[in-house]
């Protein structure tokens, strides 16, 4: 039988090897959008044009006997045939010929025993009557390096813009990484299809890692002298991931979006990041043309009328944009915005950019107290967990600027320094009429008040908060640590897609359905996916259509007045973080609900420490908050994308909870920060700075007097000082700072922030 199989196997021809074909993509209505994927990078060259150090690195790492063994390595054959007649995980060919043999065969990676009988017959016969250089050089062309590249001469291109003959030998130690899985080892990363694991920091230790080690090997092995091997002790310098894209423009983002769902969720789409490759499928996506393009006008007017890097170079450069829309009903995602070009901008800015959320994440706070309530402060922690009341958003919270921040049962929080938090609201100004400043929850959303949200956190606990954010949609990857009282005004840094996804929670009355870009896949063989729909009750009707209510308050009189819509509810939320280095505007109607953010940060390829930047300045405003332009985009793109679709309103809400604290004041006003109490340690140095997430951000326009909104949602205003400055002015982005004293602490800069696609998407 054995001498059956052998006799009817032929060799592969390494001049069809790794052919693939079209990937079709569609739009939602049907339309074709693209076709990608027949078109391989691949290009075949002969072993005279392949380094011996490339040689040499594959071999050390991969399969030292390369040129003494029989092609076959049979205790690897009998292991895997075991694990897959019992069930087991299933294993790749283990020997350099094996792995050539299963490269040339794309026309059948089906994981049964039959097609691995025969492909180890086809080895048998490859290591029996091929010239080792030839299997090797066939191997080296066929093999998938990542960055759609197939074999050494593609991958040379996508990696270092060079012909393979020229790589030196940390280049060739770096590719023969690549062979382990692009995914988790190209330094770029791949967020969006593992946004926990294949990070550009994890991906970059895992890439050194391997790289050495197989450096190290070539040493050992005699293929590499030692001083040669000095030489390459970091990765080196890669081009980015997108140079070599034919896919420009929105196009090629909306293409990695719909990609990386289906290798994400390959346990029910059971598309694999290799069948992908190979083609052969047509992909409906979720995406409207339209409103893609409606998004994309948005963002480039406002882009064109007030961004000027020519005219204002120090505050207007590397400024960027992202977008997303997504359906309430469905979780369908209708359109995104990724940046200025797939082919000239490194990230999906709809995706995970990094970008802290700030104030938009109020409303996760609020839910938490509808939901589960504010623990009784007589109560041990233990007992105050199930002992709580569900708060009204008419309770009362204070809005005094530099507002010492307690636990719930009334002791001053303190970290493990031993610092205090004292709570600053925009421009250092208390709200409400002295000496207490209490205003109610709507208005503190209205105005966006930290210290009254802050405190409201800690009172329902930030456990709670992390667990209402986490049921709307957000990712818990992208949450900062909940370990600090800031974590309830935005320090974490969810993407565009999930915080548009996590608002239409609210929009759905509290059904959460998570964003999806597929909505169905075929093949030759018929429909191999067809996406459906799960969604979760995240929140009770009361409850988000309450959140709801609220928000509608910060569009209707509140910091969001620019995102108005002519005869139609609208519920949002205005967002800017500490150091002015992030704004954004989230908001949604009942049909839709989007996301739009808006921040600086130089992504050139060649810089390694990417770091937020601030906005101090950008578009000649004073500072850029979620009042302005990012509502002003969300504006403009939601007119249009909900153009003859009727207004519909929102649910009226239930009443809910009870109203907290003490009855509010009479009125509601601003009050300049009244004098503290200084410390009394003789020094006036100003406290340390926290270790972990910095403290920051809110949003507060035309409510303080001093700070204005035009027009468009544009303000100016009392800008801060001091290290990272403060949120101040129009946007109101506002800091909170630890201090040791019950003195008045010094407002922080925070650090750069914490990716959809995969799970997230």
Avoid at 82 to 100: E, K, P
Avoid at 460 to 470: E, T
């Amino acid at each position: 039988m054995a001498g059956v199989g052998y006799a009817m196997v032929s060799v592969p021809d390494v001049a069809k090897t790794a052919q693939s074909q079209n990937n079709v993509y569609y739009w939602a209505d049907g339309s074709q959008m693209v076709a990608t994927g027949g078109e391989t990078n691949r290009q075949i060259v002969n072993l005279s044009q392949i380094p011996p150090a490339m040689r040499w690195a594959v071999i050390s790492q991969e399969n030292k006997t390369f040129y003494t063994d029989s092609g076959v390595d049979p205790k690897g054959i009998a292991r895997a045939v075991f694990n897959m007649a019992t069930g087991g995980q299933t294993q790749g060919g283990s020997t350099i010929t094996q792995q050539y043999v299963k490269n040339a065969r794309l026309d059948d990676q089906s994981q049964t025993i039959s097609r691995k009988f025969k492909e180890i017959f086809i080895a048998v016969k490859v290591g029996a009557t091929v010239k080792k250089d030839d299997i090797l050089a066939g191997y080296l062309n066929s093999a998938y390096y990542g960055r759609n590249a197939y074999g050494i001469e593609a991958a040379a291109h996508a990696y270092f813009n060079k012909p393979a003959i020229k790589l030196d030998p940390g280049e060739c130690a770096f590719l023969a990484a690549m062979l382990k899985g692009a995914t988790y080892y190209d330094p770029a990363g791949a967020t969006s299809i593992d946004p926990k694991n294949a990070t550009p920091q994890a991906n970059q230790k895992r890439a050194t890692l391997q790289m050495q080690d197989t450096l190290n090997k070539m040493v050992q092995y005699g293929h590499l002298s030692a001083a040669e091997r000095a030489k390459y002790t970091a990765l080196p310098q890669v081009q980015n991931p997108r140079s070599n894209t034919r896919l420009s423009g929105q196009i090629g983002y909306l293409v990695d979006l719909a990609n990386s769902y289906l290798v994400t969720h390959s346990s029910t789409t059971h598309i694999t990041q290799d069948k992908l490759q190979q083609g052969g499928y047509q992909i409906y996506t979720t995406f409207e043309k339209k409103k893609v393009d409606e998004l994309e006008s948005a963002v480039k007017n406002v882009q064109k009328a007030n961004i000027k890097p020519n005219l204002r170079p120090n505050t207007d450069k590397y400024v960027q944009f992202g977008g997303a829309s997504v359906d309430p009903t469905s979780g369908a995602i209708k359109a995104i915005y990724g940046g200025e070009d797939a082919t000239k901008h490194f990230t999906n800015n709809a995706d995970a950019t990094g970008a802290q959320v700030g104030s938009t994440f109020k409303p996760f706070v609020l839910a938490a107290a509808m939901k589960w309530g504010v623990r009784n402060p007589d109560l041990g922690p233990e007992q105050a967990q199930d002992e709580r009341t569900v708060v009204s958003p008419k309770s009362i919270y204070s809005g005094k600027n530099k507002l010492k921040i307690k636990e719930y049962n009334g002791d001053v929080w303190k970290n493990e320094k031993g610092q205090e938090w004292l709570q600053t609201n925009d421009g250092d100004q208390s709200v409400g009429p002295p000496p207490d400043y209490k205003i109610d929850l709507r208005e503190a959303m209205q105005f966006s008040v930290n210290s009254a949200y802050v405190q409201l956190g800690m009172d329902v606990g930030l456990d709670k908060v992390k667990q209402s954010a986490l049921d709307a949609g957000v990712l818990e990857g992208s949450l900062a640590s909940s370990n600090y009282p800031s974590f309830s005004i935005g320090t974490s840094s969810p993407s565009a897609i999930r915080m548009a996804g996590a608002y239409a929670t609210f929009a759905a009355s509290g059904k959460q359905n998570d964003p999806y870009s597929v909505d169905k896949v075929s093949s030759k063989d018929g429909v191999v996916f067809q996406h459906t729909k799960h969604a979760t009750d995240a929140f009770t009707p009361k409850v988000a259509d309450n959140v709801t209510d609220v928000l509608k308050t910060v569009v209707d009189k509140g910091t969001g007045t620019a995102a108005k819509l002519t005869g139609r509810d609208v519920a949002g939320k205005t967002g800017t973080t500490d150091g002015n280095k992030s704004a954004w505007f989230v908001g949604y109607t009942p049909q839709l609900s989007t996301a739009i953010s808006m921040f600086r940060m130089d992504d050139n390829e060649s810089n390694k420490n990417r770091k937020f930047l601030e906005m101090y300045g950008t578009g000649g405003q004073k500072e850029i908050h979620g009042a302005s332009f990012p509502a002003e985009i969300w504006h403009d793109y939601m007119q249009q994308a909900l153009k003859g679709q009727p207004a519909m309103p929102f649910p009226t809400p239930e009443p809910i909870g009870t109203v907290v604290n003490d009855t509010p004041s009479p009125s509601v006003s601003p009050t300049p920060s009244q004098s503290v109490t200084q410390s009394p340690t003789p020094s006036a140095t100003p406290s340390p700075s926290l270790t972990s997430p910095a403290p920051s951000p809110s949003d507060t326009c035309g409510f303080w007097g001093n700070s204005p909104c035009s027009g468009n949602g544009g303000g100016n205003g009392n800008g801060g000082s001091g290290p990272g400055g403060t949120d101040a002015g129009g946007t109101g982005g506002v800091t909170s700072s630890p201090t040791e004293s019950t003195g008045g602490g010094n407002t922080r800069g925070n650090g750069n922030g914490g990716i959809f696609a995969g799970p997230n998407g």
